[in-house]
């Protein structure tokens, strides 16, 4: 990968970016997308928008949302003490004993997820899942007014950790879903920048929380009205101990971290759209996979799809291990193939373009 596009990835990720809380990573995506296309904006919601080739046709949407999980802030205290609320689909088994910034209105704050020591908890106790309810931040305050002096209700939360390169081409954060999918978008307006035979326009859309209900993704699509919307998400890898076993491989399919995009295949899916998919990788020599998809995916693809009188819609996925934690997990090599797949696909779409079934 190149070294400014790493660059970017790695400022991308460590921006926090709770749904409903994006301003951060927005800013840092406008600041480095501008540079590739006729202009960028946001929108009421809060989704940055990037137009290339406004004039041409077909209207080609992308969408990879650049929320994540977090928690919110709900009480306080007499001690200090901050209980919270999830936003989006949290685990509650990877809670306890975590690290945390809060973000306020004075900045970056750091606190830690309380959690009563092992040696007191009952037999029955250590077996049990922790309640949010019993879970607390602490930021080292004694009193109510003196943590309310930092912290304000609502303020969200997200884990302390950040962007790491492990090995070679993987590398580990939180918030790869999907701020791994937003990445791309930038990516493959690059791409498409230097490309003097683009036919469509491209509206490439960092959307705004997905998690809490591909909200963004319906407003952005109902603004831009596509004719082709794709969404770049991330699925499940089904390549490492325990989700390895048969059963859950026959459950969940093969997804493996570092052999290619990710193309589903279903009724959320144009059949067009992936035919051509398909074909652009194989004429490119791009790697790739294909994940069955036999109902509405979970993904902006599903908004997308429906939007006005309907989008033929395509949804291409990067693979990530241990999805909604902390230390998600991917390929390099698979975020620059999906970049440079989804290029090549809009290269060979213009006005002659026909997706109706």
Do not use: C
């Not at 990720?13 to 540079?35: C, L, N, V, Y």
């Not at 002096?149 to 969200?156: A, C, F, N, T, Y």
């Not at 791309?184 to 509206?203: A, F, G, Q």
């Not at 004429?283 to 006005?308: F, S, V």
């Amino acid at each position: 990968m190149k070294s400014e596009s790493l660059g970017f990835l790695r400022t991308f990720m460590d921006a926090m970016s709770p749904s409903g809380f994006e301003d951060e990573a927005r800013e840092i995506w406008k600041q480095r997308t501008k540079r590739f296309v006729d202009e960028v904006f946001s929108d009421v919601h809060g989704n940055a928008i990037a137009v290339l080739n406004k004039k041409g046709k077909p209207k080609v949407m992308l969408a990879g949302h650049m929320d994540e999980i977090g928690y919110m802030v709900k009480y306080v205290d007499s001690k200090g003490f901050i209980y919270f609320s999830p936003i989006g689909g949290i685990d509650l088994h990877l809670i306890p004993g975590k690290r945390v910034w809060i973000k306020t209105k004075k900045g970056k704050i750091l606190g830690v997820i309380g959690r009563e020591p092992i040696h007191t908890l009952e037999e029955e106790e250590r077996k049990k899942v922790a309640k949010i309810e019993n879970l607390f931040i602490d930021i080292g305050m004694t009193k109510k007014e003196e943590t309310l002096e930092l912290v304000s209700i609502g303020d969200p939360a997200i884990p302390a950790v950040g962007f790491e390169v492990l090995n070679k081409d993987r590398v580990v954060g939180r918030g790869f879903d999907d701020k791994g999918g937003a990445f791309i978008v930038s990516e493959i307006l690059r791409l498409l920048s230097s490309e003097k035979k683009l036919k469509p326009s491209v509206y490439g859309v960092a959307t705004v929380q997905e998690e809490i209900g591909l909200r963004g993704a319906t407003t952005s699509a109902f603004r831009i009205a596509p004719d082709v919307g794709i969404a770049i998400d991330v699925t499940h890898a089904t390549d490492y101990p325990a989700i390895m076993m048969a059963s859950k491989q026959i459950k969940h399919g093969e997804v493996v971290i570092g052999k290619g995009p990710v193309i589903s295949r279903g009724p959320n899916i144009n059949p067009k759209v992936f035919d051509l998919l398909v074909e652009v990788a194989k004429k490119d020599k791009i790697p790739y996979q294909i994940e069955a998809a036999p109902r509405g995916t979970g993904t902006d693809a599903n908004t997308i799809q429906l939007t006005r009188e309907g989008v033929a819609t395509g949804l291409v996925s990067i693979p990530n291990r241990y999805m909604h934690t902390p230390v998600e997990l991917v390929s390099l090599d698979d975020l620059e193939n999906i970049a440079k797949l989804l290029a090549g696909f809009i290269m060979r779409i213009n006005e002659k373009s026909d997706f109706t079934l």
